[in-house]
């Protein structure tokens, strides 16, 4: 489901002071960097990553790309830098355990 307005507002406020944490370089969209993404994601829910590509056309793309993969929603896009934000998914309890 897409963010609201005010929840990209409140999201856009929160990543103001981060650094990026994923760097996308002439490799492009490897398994690995979109790896690395997913775990980000998964320990801080809102990330930004740098795209190293002068190419308007190609960040776009892989933009789109990233979103999809990681199944997160974009918060802000400015120049080489992407912001997104996917809600943690809970832990499941480790089967067999002792109560």
């Known amino acids: 489901m897409p963010l609201s307005r005010d929840e990209i507002k ?3 406020g929160e990543a103001h002071s ?3 944490v994923v760097r ?3 490799g492009g969209l490897t398994d690995a960097v979109v790896r ?3 775990d980000a994601l998964e320990a801080h829910e809102l990330i930004k990553i740098r795209m190293l590509s ?3 056309e190609q960040r776009s793309a892989w933009i789109g790309e990233v979103l999809k993969r990681t199944r997160s929603e974009k918060v ?3 120049g080489k830098t992407l912001t997104m934000w996917r809600k943690r998914q ?3 309890a480790k089967e067999g355990r002792a109560h």
């Open 10 to 12: 409140r999201l856009r």
């Open 18 to 20: 981060l650094a990026p």
């Open 24 to 26: 996308v370089g002439g």
């Open 36 to 38: 690395a993404m997913d």
């Open 54 to 56: 002068d190419d308007r």
């Open 76 to 78: 802000h896009a400015i």
């Open 90 to 92: 809970p832990k499941k």
